[in-house]
T-cell receptor, first 116, second 108 residues
Framework: NAGVTQTPKFQVLKTGQSMTLQCAQDMNHNSMYWYRQDPGMGLRLIYYSASEGTTDKGEVPNGYNVSRLNKREFSLRLESAAPSQTSVYFC???????????????FGSGTRLTVV | DAKTTQPNSMESNEEEPVHLPCNHSTISGTDYIHWYRQLPSQGPEYVIHGLTSNVNNRMASLAIAEDRKSSTLILHRATLRDAAVYYCVETSGSRLTFGEGTQLTVNP
């Protein structure tokens, strides 16, 4: 039961470098999400994909891009990393479609990103 | 966006019930109320969710006020493994909006 798998688990980037965070789920879920969590705070939504082929901005999308590659995979790209993007990034998925949160969400274990 | 209000911290003793409150005054009629918990250095874990009626599962119970402006997560017998940050989450469509949560400490 893999659930939601995120790679890498840890990453250190220099300011201005780019990287892609990978997320895959094996539960045949419709919707997928990317959140960031700064120290001592709750999670903030970056981008989400309510179904395969669609993506939408969340609360804090600036500096990020996403790709819903297929139903299983949803990647998050930082084109030019900044120290303000130092955070823990969580991917989540749900059987819910875009209309309502009928079902619970499954989260990955996170990617801890430091930008120096 | 939806916003919930929870106490910053609560304490309980092992094997006693715990009632975690949440206010969600901006919730709309069709939005679900979800609860998640997060252990240190882990991703959030789904606990329970509901719309209007009280809900029970193997982990907890969820009591939803008649006007839906508040809810209470009930852990029937707290264990040391229940020590975590508990998030009451409002939904907007399928989007979850997290507040800062309640840090639950369980004393042996």
């Amino acid at each position: 039961n893999a659930g939601v798998t995120q790679t890498p688990k840890f990453q250190v980037l220099k300011t201005g470098q780019s990287m892609t965070l990978q997320c895959a789920q094996d539960m045949n879920h419709n919707s997928m999400y990317w959140y960031r969590q700064d120290p001592g705070m709750g999670l903030r939504l970056i981008y989400y994909s309510a179904s395969e082929g669609t993506t939408d901005k969340g609360e804090v999308p600036n500096g990020y891009n996403v790709s819903r590659l297929n139903k299983r995979e949803f990647s998050l790209r930082l084109e030019s990393a900044a120290p303000s993007q130092t955070s823990v990034y969580f991917c989540a998925s749900s059987e819910s479609s875009g209309f309502a949160a009928f079902y619970g969400y499954t989260f990955g274990s996170g990617t801890r990103l430091t930008v120096v | 966006d939806a916003k919930t209000t929870q106490p910053n911290s609560m304490e309980s003793n092992e094997e006693e019930p715990v009632h975690l409150p949440c206010n969600h005054s901006t919730i709309s009629g069709t939005d679900y109320i979800h609860w998640y918990r997060q252990l240190p250095s882990q991703g959030p874990e789904y606990v329970i969710h509901g719309l209007t009626s009280n809900v029970n599962n193997r982990m907890a119970s969820l009591a939803i006020a008649e006007d839906r402006k508040s809810s209470t997560l009930i852990l029937h017998r707290a264990t040391l493994r229940d020590a975590a940050v508990y998030y009451c989450v409002e939904t907007s469509g399928s989007r979850l909006t997290f507040g800062e949560g309640t840090q639950l400490t369980v004393n042996p």
